[in-house]
Each structure stands twice: as structure tokens, then as C-alpha cells.
Nanobody
Framework: EVQLVESGGGLVQPGGSLELSCQAS????????MTWVRQAPGKGLEWVAG???????TYADSVKGRFTISRNNDKNTVTLYMRDLKIEDTAMYYC??????????????RGQGTQVTVSS
């Protein structure tokens, strides 16, 4: 059974930084792309970033240059480092498993999420 557990969210001021982590289990992590998506209150799911099995990262224009996705295949974790956070980054953040090693925009299955709130 695929299990994805996100952590690292919290309250941060505009301009601050956070690092989200996703612990994966139940599948051969190194063989799959992984994705971070988010959902702001009252809005739909938004793709944020994805990483291939070879650690090639792709980003939404809204976060490019501010967010960095990485993976550790030894620990089965995928990390999203976020800097220069903006109020509009406030959302529930989810990690999701790709359907193969290169599908970096899949949104399901995903974990329960971790809340990021950017506020002064």
C-alpha cells in the first residue's frame, strides 16, 4: 500500500522559508517520479513541482526560483525547500506519487498534507 506522509508545515512570515518533507513507503520509491501540489482555501488543486527518478526538477511559474524540490532515494523522502514565501503560497501542501519515473505532474495517490500559512 502506498503511503505518503508530509511534514514541515507551519506559520511563517512573508519572505521567510520552510522545508517540507514527504516520507514514502509501500512502493519502490527510486523508480518513480514525485510531485508536490497544493490547495489554497476555496481553490482547486495546483501543481507546484515535480522530480523525476533521475532528480530532474520542474516547477510551476509561480514558484520557479523560490522553491527547490529534491529527493533522497536512500531515505525514501522527497523535500520541497521554499524561500521568499508569499501570502499567496498559503495552502495545504501534498506530495504525490508519479505513475512512472518521469510523470512529474500526477496528483494521486497523495498524502494527507501539511499546512503552510504565510502571514505577518
Amino acid at each position: 500500500e502506498v503511503q505518503l506522509v508530509e511534514s514541515g508545515g507551519g506559520l511563517v512570515q512573508p519572505g521567510g522559508s520552510l522545508e517540507l518533507s514527504c516520507q514514502a513507503s509501500g512502493f519502490s520509491f527510486a523508480n518513480y517520479a514525485m510531485t508536490w501540489v497544493r490547495q489554497a482555501p476555496g481553490k482547486g488543486l495546483e501543481w507546484v513541482a515535480g522530480i523525476t527518478l533521475g532528480s530532474g526538477g520542474t516547477y510551476a511559474d509561480s514558484v520557479k526560483g523560490r522553491f527547490t524540490i529534491s529527493r533522497n532515494n536512500d531515505k525514501n523522502t522527497v523535500t520541497l525547500y521554499m524561500r521568499d514565501l508569499k501570502i499567496e503560497d498559503t495552502a495545504m501542501y501534498y506530495c504525490a506519487k508519479g505513475s512512472d519515473g518521469f510523470s512529474t505532474r500526477d496528483t494521486y495517490p497523495r498524502g494527507q498534507g501539511t499546512q503552510v500559512t504565510v502571514s505577518s
